[in-house]
């Protein structure tokens, strides 16, 4: 428990909240005790506590807000869900135990598979998978290491979910068919044995959009192919750059954005989150080959956003929303304008210069 309190992103925040400490006082605070858990505990303690406290924070406190939303007030719920009452979650306690038993059966494993596999490769390469050290990363390398964490991330979840885990075989059986066709317009049916799990499991209730909580509630071989490897093979990718700290904001905003897109809402905040989500309950939802990536980047580019809404859509949207295009027309008004009066000033000046 004081590893988990002395989390400096944890302190960082609560300062900020409970304090009207300036920034440069925030700043200072997060480097004092970010340098005393790096000297107090070894590295893979931090890491691994670390990311099972994000994960507790951000997928597991607010599933358990959203299922008790679902369950007590349901007519209310119901209207906001995919497909209304259909995607409710089931209310029979002996069913939500279980499911909750599973899914933190399945995050336990992912703590000791990441446990294994972390510990193994500092063994063999002789330091930290992670770069854990005093000095922080700069805001730029973050943000570059994070844009590359969720591009790798979305690359293999799509072609994981795609072809492991709705592996699509031809049939020849028209009773086969899960609804939709590919391009060759072939009828497919599941064939594989990691697909059938992932079917029984993550696809228990046809017809119902997802709830939070089975985010991790999968059969742990298809959990970790579909929910681990896309989030820690890109990071161990990047030894030995990758920081501890950037790891953990990543960590962080994939269990946040898949706790909302599995929330099985319509309305989700967020830039293009909403969209995400609608996707995300229309691949459970409908018998459909499609929606098998994250944000909906490669569906789109293979063509197998399932829907009609796509990523493409979403963007358009939320830049209508926004009134991008006017704003752009106005700072490249203004641009121009001041470009001309120091034109204008100029001139001024040189003729003033000859009188």
Same mark, same amino acid.
């Given at each position: 428990m004081d590893i988990l309190l002395s989390l400096p992103i944890a302190s960082y925040f609560f300062s900020t909240s409970l304090t009207s400490w300036s920034t440069s006082m925030n700043l200072l605070f997060f480097y004092m005790t970010w340098s005393t858990l790096i000297l107090s505990h070894s590295p893979l303690k931090i890491e691994l506590i670390g990311t099972t406290a #994000? /994960?507790?924070?951000?997928?597991?406190? &607010?599933?358990? #807000?959203?299922? !008790?939303?679902?369950?007590?007030? &349901?007519? !209310?719920?119901? =209207?906001?869900?995919?497909? +209304?009452?259909?995607?409710? &979650?089931? %209310?029979?306690?002996?069913? #939500?135990?279980?499911? !909750?038993? !599973?899914?933190?059966?399945n995050l336990a494993i992912e703590t000791a598979v990441e446990a294994g596999v972390s510990l193994g490769l500092a063994s063999l390469l002789g330091a930290p998978v992670f770069r854990t050290s005093t000095t922080l990363p700069l805001p730029w390398q973050m943000a570059k290491h994070i844009a590359l964490l969720f591009a790798a991330r979305e690359v293999l979840t799509y072609y994981i979910h795609r072809y492991l885990l709705h592996v699509q075989a031809p049939s020849r059986s028209p009773t086969a068919w899960l609804g939709s066709k590919s391009r060759s317009n072939k009828p497919f049916v599941r064939s594989h044995r990691l697909a059938a799990l992932h079917a029984r499991f993550a696809h228990a209730t046809p017809g119902a959009a997802p709830f939070s909580l089975l985010l991790t509630a999968d059969h742990p071989a298809t959990f970790l192919l579909h929910r681990f490897v896309p989030l820690y093979l890109p990071a161990l990718a990047l030894f030995p750059h990758l920081h501890l700290l950037t790891f953990f904001a990543f960590v962080g905003l994939a269990t946040i954005e898949e706790t909302l897109a599995l929330s099985g809402y319509t309305v989700v905040p967020g830039i293009i989150m909403g969209g995400i989500a609608r996707r995300s309950a229309r691949h459970y939802a409908q018998p459909v080959s499609g929606n098998f990536g994250c944000w909906g980047v490669l569906d789109w580019v293979h063509g197998t956003t399932a829907g009609g809404d796509d990523v493409v859509g979403d963007v358009r949207d939320e830049a209508e929303k926004h009134r991008l295009r006017e704003r752009a027309d106005g700072a490249g008004g203004?641009? @121009? =304008?001041?470009? @001309?009066?120091? %034109?204008?000033?100029?001139?001024? /000046?040189? %003729?003033?210069? @000859? +009188?």
């Open positions: #994000l /994960r507790v924070v951000f997928w597991l406190v &607010p599933s358990l #807000l959203f299922l !008790l939303f679902d369950t007590l007030v &349901p007519s !209310l719920a119901e =209207n906001i869900k995919y497909n +209304g009452a259909s995607s409710l &979650p089931p %209310r029979d306690a002996g069913s #939500l135990l279980r499911l !909750l038993g !599973l899914a933190i059966l203004a641009l @121009q =304008n001041g470009i @001309q009066g120091l %034109r204008r000033s100029a001139r001024s /000046r040189g %003729r003033k210069s @000859q +009188g």
